[in-house]
Nanobody
Framework: QVQLAESGGGLVQAGGSLRLSCTAS????????MGWFRQPPGKEREFVAA????????YYADSVKGRFTISRDNAKITGYLQMNSLKPEDTAVYYC????????????????WGQGTQVTVSS
């Protein structure tokens, strides 16, 4: 069982940066691949990025490639999403998730979810 809690969201101007954190409880965090998803207003939840258990592999949605960086520190049982060059279309609630199988881009592949953190990018 893994419990996740996101932090670091907020309001930022276009072109700015934010770093989201996902803090896990339980010592099994390193056993799971981790993903970030987001849900824009009025839309379905969508894949953003994923990272394998040992950080060897990372995966990104085309819309964030080159701007966002996913990472994790298993010793601190924390995952991160560094977001640079933010755009208004990045506005969404951001969720971290843990599951088996690296690089999965479907919400169905992740068993554990955080509550989400709001990111708002103003133009």
């Amino acid at each position: 069982q893994v419990q996740l809690a996101e932090s670091g969201g907020g309001l930022v101007q276009a072109g700015g940066s934010l770093r989201l954190s996902c803090t896990a409880s339980g010592r099994t965090f390193s056993s799971y691949a981790m993903g970030w998803f987001r849900q824009p207003p009025g839309k379905e939840r969508e894949f953003v990025a994923a990272i394998s258990r040992g950080s060897s592999f990372t995966y990104y949605a085309d819309s964030v490639k080159g701007r966002f960086t996913i990472s994790r520190d298993n010793a601190k049982i924390t995952g991160y999403l560094q977001m640079n060059s933010l755009k208004p279309e990045d506005t969404a609630v951001y969720y971290c998730a843990a599951g088996m199988g690296a690089g999965r881009q479907s919400t169905a592949d992740y068993a554990y979810w955080g509550q989400g953190t709001q990111v708002t990018v103003s133009s």
